[in-house]
């Protein structure tokens, strides 16, 4: 918990403490600042997503809401989306360029847009309202 905290808030700190367990310094510091990467880019999707969410939840409750079978529908099929991306990804093994080869690529592209358009639909559907 200690180290999770260091990560984000002081990672000089963190740092030294890899190097102390065996790591090299050049090692540590890049493993730190990618992982620092992934979350930043993470938060800043996340936050993109949420924003579209709440644009389509105020479009189609302008336009009168949906229906709570609509409803339903819309976050069966989102929870699915987003159940395939992750299945899909954790199934295929399979890395034969570093994930620089076109079935790679398509891969990552497919799991990146079904994951995407699942949470942004779970997300708005959370505001819809029952009309």
Same mark, same amino acid.
């Given at each position: 918990?200690?180290?999770?905290?260091?990560?984000?808030? +002081?990672?000089?700190?963190?740092?030294? *403490?890899?190097?102390?367990?065996?790591?090299?310094?050049?090692?540590?510091?890049?493993?730190?600042?990618?992982?620092?990467?992934?979350?930043?880019?993470?938060?800043?999707?996340?936050?993109?997503?949420?924003?579209?969410?709440?644009?389509?939840?105020?479009?189609?409750?302008?336009?009168?809401? !949906?229906?709570?079978?609509?409803?339903?529908?819309?976050?069966?099929?989102?929870?699915?989306? *987003?159940?395939?991306?992750?299945?899909?990804?954790?199934? +295929?093994?399979?890395?034969? +360029?570093?994930? !620089?080869?076109?079935?790679?690529?398509?891969?990552?592209?497919?799991?990146? !847009?079904?994951?995407?358009?699942?949470?942004?639909?779970?997300?708005?559907?959370?505001?819809?309202?029952?009309?």
């Amino acid at each position: 918990m200690i180290n999770a905290l260091l990560l984000f808030f +002081w990672p000089s700190k963190l740092i030294s *403490i890899v190097i102390k367990n065996g790591q090299d310094e050049s090692n540590a510091s890049k493993s730190v600042q990618k992982i620092r990467s992934s979350y930043f880019k993470a938060i800043a999707t996340i936050t993109f997503l949420c924003i579209i969410a709440v644009v389509v939840a105020y479009i189609i409750n302008f336009i009168g809401g !949906l229906g709570f079978v609509q409803l339903t529908a819309m976050r069966f099929f989102c929870s699915a989306l *987003i159940a395939l991306a992750v299945l899909a990804k954790l199934s +295929w093994e399979i890395q034969t +360029w570093k994930g !620089l080869s076109v079935p790679e690529e398509v891969n990552s592209f497919l799991f990146k !847009l079904f994951y995407k358009v699942g949470v942004i639909g779970m997300l708005s559907s959370l505001l819809i309202k029952i009309s």
